[in-house]
């Protein structure tokens, strides 16, 4: 006897819906098992980990402004995804974003006028646009793949930024240390909330959440997308044009991540340094599949992602925890989603191992 | 109802309260102070950030009782440290230890915030009314690991993985290669820049690429153990940095320029706790007891031992400074008159290779 993971014919709708739900609250049953095994009070550990660290407007505030790049990059990200475009190189576009909005502020350093962060957003979407241009080229010009392509390109962007603030763009006053100019009041996101350090770069993050969702599920440019990825033939036949979706999803794509760069440079950075993200345009990637690849779910996948971090954060300062708890509930979190996609998608069959099984005698499955 | 007894559990009760307010009364007076810690990678068992929670056990273990710590670990330079400084000030911590130079300007943000905490900054130049800062003259460990290279070299050339061209990192390769050209003028290093502090593959790679170039000793200004074990496998001798990696190339490693913060965090913290801090600005080394040479290898000969062990007492003494004139860079230029030494502000934006590196540095 074997087990076997056959096709399901029609996965349910329903169910993928609650999958995430499943995963968290499995994540959930987990991390009590962990903290329990790990010799903490579950209950104060849960306590510390999801609510102590959005305890008060400033908590809320921290949430809201890790969540922002999240939900920018993954919505820009999904619109390609749903139409298997796979940009992974959203990292390098926000550094882009990052390079061109910085340099606009450093070229206008002593300038006081209104339209410096204008300018610097403006800027910011059109170097990622750029970075992600390359690998649309590439792709549909000579068919190479976008996966590696955009990440290689992730490299090559962060050694762009190394050099400029090594070198041209580094601080005259700042002792050879690596990073520019600390940014004037012009070239920064005003504060949403007093106190805190919310700036209205989060705003944008929204409205781009309200637009992906009308751009994917309302326009007809997002529905040709999306039959380009479920059925490329059906795509062709219908005379949808393939390379127009390529170009569309990674731009798309590269602009938001510009975007996020913007936030983070105009925003809690409010200068160039050799790293601007720790990570967001591959932890986008993450929030986009749990979110569905839909703006909604994206939102709320973001806002979790964000908690895991500040809770991790927190779980070390309260509890004594190392810094990995952050990953292993981020890891958790995703295998668990991954697992109820496996049921969804299939179904474990109890196999009879009789004559087939001499035909394919390793245990050979789908 | 017994009323009696009533009254005597109440009278009980109330005996309790007031004792237990008094015991709490002193108690509440000496609590712990609360200090905290931010690290910018994940402590492991050895570099940079091993070394300064070496530091913070020490110092925990000497003032056992009157201080409570806390750290935070794998802190990103950037946005993400200032949430995690902020949240120690507000949480009560009235000392807060930030260890990476990236640090610097989120500290001084959340230090405007908290007038009443007392903020340590390592390795950065911004300081405040309740922001110190402090450093370790890690070139004074590093030139007597060049002295040891010149002597143990055969082909005359030693390889240096380092991570980043900034001043801190310059003045490292530099009194490297002055330490071993005092030795043997003959004598060249080789560097090659891994823009990354940890990163063990690109580290490796380094290592054996410098190898394969000729270099028979080698040393790294990044945060893994990789160079050292790159260097056990060929049968090359190597220098550890931070910690003494001498676990992970017990051939390789002849010694190991290590970073000792115990004590100084020990001090700050008294001072905090006394109420006497008025401000730090400490560049320690030799002297100071910050910096120290790992137990030397039985490799190296009895004789280039006492030369090493001379030569540290003399820096120790102030007698010998590795930045001492003529000191040209190695495009030719007079960096430094005969007979004089570097001052610290010359030090602090060094950027450039002396005489002996090959290559050359991004330029601005």
Not at chain 1, 161 to 189: C, I, K, M
Not at chain 2, 39 to 44: D, E
Not at chain 2, 210 to 234: M, P, Y
Not at chain 2, 315 to 336: M, Q, S, V, Y
Request: glycine content about 10%; proline content about 5%; some cysteine.
């Amino acid at each position: 006897m074997q087990l076997k993971l056959e096709t399901r014919a029609e996965p349910s709708r329903l169910m993928g819906w609650l999958a995430p739900l499943f995963a968290a609250v499995l994540t959930l049953i987990a991390g009590f098992i962990l903290f329990s095994a790990l010799g903490r009070n579950p209950v104060q550990a849960f306590y510390t980990f999801f609510v102590y660290p959005i305890r008060d407007l400033n908590g809320v505030a921290e949430l809201l402004l890790k969540a922002s790049p999240l939900m920018l990059i993954a919505v820009g990200l999904a619109c390609g995804y749903r139409a298997n475009v796979w940009n992974i190189g959203a990292e390098g576009q926000l550094t882009l974003g990052a390079i061109f909005a910085g340099g606009v502020a450093l070229y206008f350093y002593n300038s006081e006028s209104p339209l410096v962060l204008p300018l610097m957003i403006v800027a910011g979407a059109i170097g990622g646009m750029l970075w992600a241009a390359i690998p649309a080229f590439l792709r549909t010009r000579f068919n190479t793949s976008e996966i590696l392509t955009s990440l290689m390109l992730v490299y090559v962007a962060v050694l762009l930024l190394s050099y400029l603030v090594h070198g041209p763009w580094r601080d005259p006053q700042g002792f050879n240390f690596p990073q520019s100019r600390q940014f004037t009041e012009s070239a920064l996101y005003p504060m949403l909330i007093s106190g805190t350090r919310l700036n209205a770069s989060f705003l944008l993050s929204i409205a781009a959440i309200a637009v992906g969702y009308l751009f994917l599920n309302r326009s007809f440019l997002g529905f040709q997308m999306r039959v380009a990825g479920q059925a490329d033939a059906a795509a062709r036949y219908a005379g949808f044009d393939a390379r127009r979706m390529v170009w569309l999803g990674l731009l798309i794509g590269g602009a938001t991540a510009g975007l996020a760069g913007v936030g983070e440079v105009a925003g809690p950075i409010g200068q160039l340094l050799p790293s601007v993200s720790p990570g967001y345009g591959f932890a986008a990637i993450i929030v986009a599949f749990v979110g569905r690849l839909h703006p909604v779910g994206i939102l709320l996948a973001s806002l979790l992602m964000s908690l895991l971090y500040l809770g991790g954060e927190a779980a070390q300062m309260g509890l004594n925890l190392p810094s990995a708890i952050t990953g292993l509930f981020q890891g958790m979190l995703l295998f668990f989603l991954l697992g109820s996609d496996v049921f969804i998608n299939y179904q474990l069959k109890l196999v009879r191992a009789s004559a087939p099984a001499a035909v394919a005698p390793l245990g050979a499955t789908s | 109802m017994n009323t009696q007894r009533i009254t005597r559990w109440a009278f009980a009760l109330a005996v309790g309260t007031a004792l237990g307010s008094l015991a709490a009364g002193p108690a509440a007076a000496q609590a712990p102070l609360k200090v905290g810690f931010v690290y910018v990678s994940p402590i492991g068992d050895a570099g940079w950030t091993f070394q300064h929670d070496q530091g913070r056990k020490e110092m925990e273990k000497a003032l056992a009782g009157k201080v409570e710590t806390k750290y935070v670990e794998n802190v990103p330079e950037g946005p993400d440290a200032e949430r995690v400084i902020r949240e120690f000030a507000a949480n009560g911590y009235k000392l807060v230890f930030t260890t990476s130079f990236g640090y610097m300007n989120p500290t001084i943000k959340v230090a405007q915030q908290f007038p009443n905490t007392v903020f340590l900054h390592a390795t950065g130049y911004k300081t405040a009314k309740n922001v110190g800062i402090y450093n370790a003259r890690f070139y004074e460990g590093r030139y007597l690991c060049g002295v040891m290279a010149g002597k143990m070299t055969k082909s005359n050339v030693a390889g240096y993985v380092a991570a980043f061209p900034i001043p801190e990192v310059l003045q490292g390769i530099n009194a490297f290669t002055l330490g071993m050209r005092s030795v043997n003028p003959k004598a060249e290093v080789r560097v090659i820049w891994t823009n990354s502090w940890y990163d063990p593959g690109r580290e490796r790679e380094a290592a054996n690429t410098l190898i394969s170039q000729g270099a028979d000793v080698l040393t790294h200004h990044t945060d893994s153990t990789a160079v050292v074990q790159a260097a056990e496998e060929k049968g090359k001798y190597a220098f550890g940095y931070h910690s003494d990696m001498s676990k992970y190339g017990p051939k390789a490693e002849l010694s190991a320029t290590t970073h000792q913060w115990g004590a100084f965090y020990t001090k700050v913290t008294q001072e905090v706790l006394a109420g006497t801090w008025k401000g730090t600005n400490v560049w320690g080394g030799i002297k100071d007891g910050m910096i120290k040479l790992a137990p030397i290898n039985a490799a190296v000969p009895k004789d280039v031992v006492e030369l090493v062990a001379s030569k540290e007492k003399d820096i120790g003494a102030g007698k010998l400074h590795p930045f001492t004139g003529p000191l040209k860079d190695n495009a030719g230029k007079e960096r430094l008159a005969a007979g004089q030494t570097m001052g610290d502000d010359k030090l602090a934006v060094m950027d450039f290779y002396v005489e002996g590196v090959q290559g050359t540095l991004p330029k601005q």
